[in-house]
């Protein structure tokens, strides 16, 4: 598992803050497009049925399929990145990091301007804590102090 620093997750911030953007326009475009189709259905259901625009209802499905598969493609590079997507919702993301002999997560949520809280992996968000002087001595991933 890769681990970061706080510096070097820090760096990170302006990538990851693109990509999740990305990421939640696209599951909201497909959103609305599902929300287009249910209200159809509710309509053809209201009316006992009702002539339909196959090709149009298809090529909405396929519209929510490639945003789909962009939020998908998006969260797999954060991943491959090693940063843990926790909630997409509200953009929600851990950082690995080696704390002395353990390994504790950097958190930050979209809107923050910088990473300011960690938590235990066991913890979760509820566990969440400020960020220290211990986490600010680290100078490489390898957990090494100034």
């Known amino acids: 598992m890769k681990t970061f620093t706080l510096d070097e997750a820090q760096s990170l911030l302006p990538l990851l803050e693109s990509l999740l953007k990305r990421a939640v326009e696209s599951k909201r475009e497909a959103e609305v497009v599902e929300s287009c189709l249910l209200d159809l259905s509710r309509r053809i259901y209201l ?3 009702m002539r339909v625009d196959t090709a149009k ?3 909405q499905r396929a519209e929510i399929e490639a945003h789909m598969k962009r939020v998908t493609e998006t969260v797999a590079e954060i991943d491959a990145i090693g940063v843990q997507v926790k909630d ?3 953009g929600l993301l851990d950082f690995p990091c080696r704390l002395d002999d353990q390994v504790v997560l950097l958190c930050w949520k979209m809107g923050e301007t910088s990473i300011e809280h960690w938590h235990p992996v066991e913890s979760g968000f509820q566990g969440r804590q400020p960020v220290d002087e211990r986490f600010k001595r680290r100078t490489s991933s390898g957990g090494r102090p100034n």
């Open 57 to 59: 209802v298809a090529a």
């Open 47 to 49: 009316n006992g049925g």
């Open 88 to 90: 997409l919702e509200t």
